[in-house]
Nanobody, 114 residues
């Protein structure tokens, strides 16, 4: 199993940037996929970005060109760099690790507002 701890959320103005971090309790090499999801009030949780252990990435259409997923294996941390933020990006962002089952972090709030 694995524990995930997210950080980096907060309040930012439209057009601004934030970097989210997700630190795992075990080596990322033992995790098949690391992903970021988000859930806005009244909406279903949706995939934002994912990175497979080999390094390939996948992004939702609504964040392509604005968000970047990356990882630091030595720090056991996955990042989500979010640029050109929009009010509609406001949500709780969750980190997920895919192993024999899925593991979720506790989430971090991102609010984009002027």
């Amino acid at each position: 199993q694995v524990q995930l701890v997210e950080s980096g959320g907060g309040l930012v103005q439209p057009g601004g940037s934030l970097r989210l971090s997700c630190t795992a309790s075990r080596s990322l090499y033992s995790i098949y996929t690391m992903a970021w999801y988000r859930q806005a009030p009244g909406k279903q949780r949706e995939l934002v970005a994912a990175m497979i252990s080999g390094g390939s990435t996948n992004y939702a259409d609504f964040v392509k060109g604005r968000f970047t997923i990356s990882r630091d294996n030595a720090k056991k941390t996955v990042y989500l760099q979010m640029n050109s933020l929009k009010p509609e990006d406001t949500a709780v962002y969750y980190c997920k690790a895919v192993m024999l089952r899925d593991y979720w972090g506790q989430g971090t709030q991102v609010t984009v507002s002027s």
